[in-house]
Structures are given as structure tokens and as C-alpha cells.
């Protein structure tokens, strides 16, 4: 099975992949941290990508799916979680070239919709581990014990770069021009399920479970 979550920054695609991930026995292809590890450590790539990420801007569609398609030749025969990707129609069409080659299909695209002050709110309150990357927010999901990581007992959660208020803010414009249409790509091959993005976590991964179930 292979399956894409779409949505703006934020929305909880990263969380709802979790779960899927364990559901379905999937892997979970996260563009955003291969991105950040390639930053993380230095590669040429990395370094060609983070003076977009910084600013919230895309990285180039030849960069991101050149790092797709190496990463899709590992996977087999596994499900796949698409998460954060694709990001534009020329990755839509790139990923449509891919799966063909490889004689497979994509399944369903999940769309989480949910209001902009919705993801500001939740994005500014979200703090990450940097050593094992679990992800919490400080309102909606806390770690036990203040500012150490609940995985791994790191002390020190930390905001994203990109999520300082200023990018947030090119990352929905950025989210709306270019990522948004994808939407109506899928719509026209039949592949789109709007999901509310708008209520807590359990929520959501109930209505994408009855979504996936039916
Ligand atoms: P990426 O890392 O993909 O970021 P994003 O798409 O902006 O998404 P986020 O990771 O910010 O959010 P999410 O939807 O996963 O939400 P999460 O589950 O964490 O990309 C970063 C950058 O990399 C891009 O700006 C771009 O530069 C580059 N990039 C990446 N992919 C690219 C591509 N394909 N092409 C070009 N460039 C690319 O949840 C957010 C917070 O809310 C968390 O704290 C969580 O605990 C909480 N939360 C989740 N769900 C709920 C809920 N239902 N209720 C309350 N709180 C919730």
C-alpha cells in the first residue's frame, strides 16, 4: 500500500504517520528529515538545502526527487507512508514516473485540512528532541517530565528552526501556492479523501482509520 499525507505544515502529518507506520507496517517517507539529517551532517545536499529550509522556501524538485527515488529503490515490496511529499506537480508527476517503473500504484491521498491560525498555534508550540527526533507540543502533547525528552532522556527540547514565526508564515504561502493544487491532481484520479485536520490527534487517526477500513 502506499499512501501520501498532504497538508499544510504542521497539520500533524508527521504524528499521523506514527501511527500508520505501526498500523500498517509501513515505512515512512519523511522528505523533511532526510532533508534535516543530510544538513545534520554535512553532505553536499544537505548544504544545497538548507538555505531553502531555512526560510521556509522548497528545495529544488530535481534535489528532492533525485533523494525519493534512491530512497523508494531500498524499499521492496514495504507499504509506504509518504509524508511531506509530494510537495509540487512536477514532484507529483516525478513520483507517478517513479511508481510506474516499478510497476506500482498509489493507493489513496489523504488531505488533513485545517484552518492556518490552527497549524501557527500548533507549530509554535511544538519542541522536538535533536538527538532521537521524537516530537511533542507543549500544549496538546507534552513530554512527563518538563523539557527532557520522554524516548531517549535528552534534556533540551528544542524549536525547529523553521518554525520561528517569520517562516511559518513563507511556509503556509509557500503551502498554498505551490503544494495546495496537488489536491486537485489527485481529485481528478479519483485518489482524495479529505480528512479534518481541525480536531486532537485521536480524532484524526479515527476518522483516517474508518477512511482506510471502508
Ligand atoms: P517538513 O519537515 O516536511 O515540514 P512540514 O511539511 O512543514 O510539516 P511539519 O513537519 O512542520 O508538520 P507535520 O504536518 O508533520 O506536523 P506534526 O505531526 O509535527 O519540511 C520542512 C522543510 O523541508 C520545508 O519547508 C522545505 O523547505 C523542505 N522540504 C521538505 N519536503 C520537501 C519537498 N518534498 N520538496 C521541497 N522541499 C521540501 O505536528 C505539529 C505539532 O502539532 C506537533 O507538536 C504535534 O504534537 C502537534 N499535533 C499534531 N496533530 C495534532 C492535533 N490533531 N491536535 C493538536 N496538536 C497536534
Redesign the pocket.
Known amino acids: 500500500m502506499r499512501i501520501i499525507?498532504l497538508?499544510?505544515?504542521?497539520?500533524?502529518?508527521?504524528?499521523?504517520?506514527q501511527f500508520l507506520i505501526k498500523r500498517l507496517e509501513a515505512v515512512q517517507l519523511?522528505?523533511?528529515?532526510?532533508?534535516?539529517t543530510a544538513i545534520r551532517e554535512r553532505t553536499e545536499l544537505g548544504r544545497s538545502?538548507k538555505k531553502?529550509?531555512d526560510v521556509?522556501?522548497?528545495?529544488?524538485?530535481s534535489?528532492?526527487l533525485g533523494l525519493?527515488g534512491e530512497w523508494l529503490a531500498e524499499q521492496g515490496e514495504r507499504c509506504v507512508i509518504f509524508?511531506?511529499?509530494?510537495?509540487?506537480i512536477a514532484?507529483a508527476e516525478g513520483l507517478d514516473r517513479l511508481l510506474d517503473q516499478m510497476g506500482k500504484k498509489l493507493d489513496r491521498v489523504l488531505e488533513?485540512v485545517v484552518a492556518d491560525k490552527?497549524?501557527i498555534n500548533?507549530?509554535s508550540?511544538?519542541?522536538s528532541c535533536p538527538v532521537c527526533g521524537a516530537?511533542?507540543?507543549?500544549?496538546?502533547?507534552p513530554p512527563k517530565v518538563e523539557n527532557v525528552c520522554d524516548n531517549c532522556g535528552r534534556e533540551g527540547l528544542e524549536l525547529?528552526k523553521?518554525?520561528r514565526p517569520e517562516v511559518i508564515a513563507n511556509?503556509l504561502r509557500?503551502?498554498h501556492a505551490q503544494t495546495e493544487p496537488l489536491a486537485d491532481y489527485y481529485r481528478q484520479r479519483g485518489l482524495l479523501t479529505a480528512i479534518d485536520?481541525?480536531?486532537?490527534?485521536k480524532?484524526?487517526e479515527a476518522e483516517i482509520k474508518d477512511v482506510l477500513d471502508a
Open positions: 499525507l497538508g499544510p505544515p504542521g497539520v500533524g502529518k508527521g504524528t499521523q504517520a519523511s522528505t523533511g528529515d532526510l532533508l534535516r538545502a531553502y529550509m521556509g522556501d522548497l528545495v529544488p524538485d534535489i528532492v525519493v509524508d511531506g511529499f509530494p510537495r509540487t514532484q488533513l490552527t497549524v500548533r507549530i508550540a511544538r519542541r516530537v511533542y507540543n507543549l500544549l496538546s502533547a525547529r523553521d518554525d511556509r509557500v503551502y485536520g481541525d480536531q486532537g490527534v480524532a484524526v
